[in-house]
């Protein structure tokens, strides 16, 4: 009998062997824990029969978005374990997902970009200059090599180790030839020591989220590219990822235009001086 303890050791072993990030391992390690620690370590069978039960507590403790990734976590696990033969079938095979909430990630303005700018230290500068100037991802940025440096080019790591060139301009490329050179990663440190970075920056300059710094270089490329050209520059595997980006985009043009146009504001600031002398 394969319990589930194993079934999840032998599952996260198959992750890294086909090249999934440290990161990707880390989440799906958290969730198959807690899965585990709902169901006790028994036989992979009948821990599977608490699957829905299990996502269904799970529902009670987090955020919309956070039980979707564990029921993709946990519906790939059991997948896999179809796959090996220890199931005839997933519970959750042909179950429609949770739906995802709606997230507003506002993009940053110049001001607060220099706000947080004026608080960095070089390796923080370097960091957010390069985020602005390519929209890739932290755990990207933490992968960064000096060997993936080309001439005004870098060649990024991604989700599922797929690799895409990207071009980061000269004021990224300028912050990135400063940076002493400790070892072979450009930033000797960890996403998670990247992501602490940013956040206690965030607390001494402006707040942010590291994340806002990708949806800003969205925004800003929409401006003068498609959706099509932004999927490949963000490294999306699926175009309907992107929308969420052009959603956002269309949102701040759409309220702009409002600001700009307010029949209301246009009246009333016609009639303002008749409104006056009519007192």
């Avoid at 991604?158 to 895409?164: E, L, T, V």
């Amino acid at each position: 009998m394969v319990t589930i303890a194993t079934a999840g050791r032998l599952y996260l072993q198959s992750l890294q062997a086909t090249g999934h990030s440290p990161y990707t391992l880390h989440t799906v390690g958290c969730c198959l824990r807690l899965f585990i620690l709902h169901t006790g370590n028994i036989g992979i069978d009948r821990a599977s029969q608490q699957a829905v039960a299990f996502l269904a507590k799970r529902a009670t403790e987090v955020k919309p978005n956070s039980l979707c990734v564990d029921f993709s976590h946990t519906k790939t696990f059991l997948l896999y374990c179809v796959r090996q033969g220890w199931l005839d079938r997933s519970p959750l095979d042909g179950m429609k997902g949770p739906r995802k909430e709606l997230v507003v990630t506002q993009p940053l303005s110049d001001v607060e970009i220099f706000a947080i700018l004026k608080e960095a230290n070089q390796w923080e500068r370097a960091m957010i200059v390069l985020l602005l100037g390519t929209g890739m991802r932290i755990g990207e940025l933490a992968a960064l090599r000096w060997e993936d440096v080309g001439e005004g080019v870098l060649l990024l790591h991604g989700k599922g180790n797929k690799q895409r060139m990207v071009a980061p301009g000269v004021a990224a490329m300028r912050e990135l030839m400063r940076l002493p050179r400790e070892n072979s990663h450009i930033f000797p440190f960890t996403r998670g020591a990247i992501m602490a970075r940013l956040h206690r920056l965030a607390r001494r300059s402006c707040p942010f989220h590291p994340h806002q710094f990708r949806h800003t270089y969205a925004h800003r490329f929409l401006e003068h590219a498609g959706i099509e050209e932004l999927a490949e520059v963000l490294g999306h595997v699926s175009i309907e990822t992107t929308r969420t980006y052009l959603r956002a985009y269309r949102r701040e043009r759409m309220l702009e235009a409002m600001r700009a146009h307010n029949p209301a504001d246009a009246l009333f600031a016609t009639c303002r001086p008749v409104l006056a002398s009519s007192r």
